[in-house]
């Protein structure tokens, strides 16, 4: 078995209650992973000088003094980090899948055409997005079909150097979430993929609302795995895989209610929808309509 998978495996059982030698040899072979318990004891040792796990004595029940192991914050680390790469091939596959699967592109698109009438096509359209999606397929075939849909500017926002592309209508400018580089009142409408920040969370809402052009149309994707949860209801894999992504993309990251949300955009829009995208995993908040006090 390689050292790495070896260790994660240990890791994984003393995770699950496996504290002492026999006890991790035991669960290692009830997973089907097999090592003399003479073996085991070095890499255990090993873990312990690299910082993984740490070893205390106790008592032993009969005998002599016998060793606990327990999983260190380097430890917790490690799984997480194998978590995150194991996730991201999954996510990677479902991307994929649904970017060839018809039904879900089409319901996406139906969901777009929907606001389209609330839109001018024909005017500046600001794209604000985090670094963490811009090199995915799923982000491409949007930027795809919003080339089709929008016949005027667009104006990419994005962490310096971070994306690449060669389109005369697209203006690549260096900026972020809270921090969008054009004048007030300079877009007809503004799309935002919306990371939630713990500090000033609202900042990238006021942002992306400065810069249209009233009456104009804020449209935002919020990941589903930032909202708010209903501790009654259990959490889809999809947010799960999807929040483990956002979480591990940099930067802290927090959860918000959709009513506080909505109720946030409520104040500088006449008006104010909300539509849940399951397929994948994000809701989609649409505002028209720039009341005048926004501008101020």
């Known amino acids: 078995m390689p050292r790495t998978d070896l260790t994660t495996a240990i890791l994984r059982s003393i995770q699950q209650g496996a ?3 026999y006890q991790i040899h035991r669960a290692l072979a009830d997973a089907g992973q097999e090592i003399r318990l003479n073996h085991l004891y070095p890499v255990l040792k090993r873990m312990e000088e ?8 106790t008592p032993g029940e009969r005998g002599p003094k016998r060793h606990e192991y327990a999983i260190t914050a380097k430890g917790r680390d490690h ?7 194991a996730i991201a091939m999954v996510r990677l596959a479902y991307l994929e899948y649904l970017a060839s699967d018809r039904t879900t592109m089409e319901r996406a698109l139906d969901i777009l055409a929907k606001f389209i009438p609330h839109a001018k096509i024909h005017g500046r359209t600001a794209l604000v997005v ?3 999606y811009l090199g995915e397929i799923n982000f491409r075939w949007f930027l795809s079909q919003l080339f089709d849909v929008v ?3 667009i104006f990419l926002v994005r962490p310096q150097g971070t994306f690449d ?7 690549l ?3 972020g979430e809270s921090y969008v580089p054009l004048r007030d009142n300079y877009v007809d409408q503004s799309v935002l993929v919306w990371v939630p920040r713990p500090r000033q969370w609202s ?5 992306a609302t400065r810069i249209i052009r009233p009456p104009g149309l804020l449209a935002i994707i919020l990941p589903d795995a930032l909202l708010a949860r209903d501790p009654t209801r259990p959490f889809e894999v999809g947010a799960f895989i999807e929040g483990v992504r956002v979480r591990r993309s940099g930067g802290r990251v927090t959860e918000v209610p959709l009513e506080k949300v909505t109720a946030v955009i409520q104040e500088r829009f006449h008006h104010v929808e909300v539509e849940s995208v399951p397929e994948l995993s994000f809701h989609l908040l649409v505002a028209w309509g720039k009341k005048r006090t926004a501008e101020t």
Do not use: F, K
Request: without cysteine; hydrophobic residues 30%; aromatic residues 2%.
């Open 19 to 21: 504290t002492y030698g």
């Open 50 to 57: 690299e910082g993984l796990v740490v070893a205390n004595e």
């Open 79 to 85: 799984l997480d980090d194998v978590l995150s790469d």
């Open 130 to 132: 985090p670094p963490g």
């Open 151 to 153: 016949q005027g500017d």
């Open 165 to 171: 592309i060669e389109e005369p209508r697209l203006t």
């Open 173 to 175: 400018l260096d900026g």
């Open 203 to 207: 900042r990238p809402i006021e942002e």
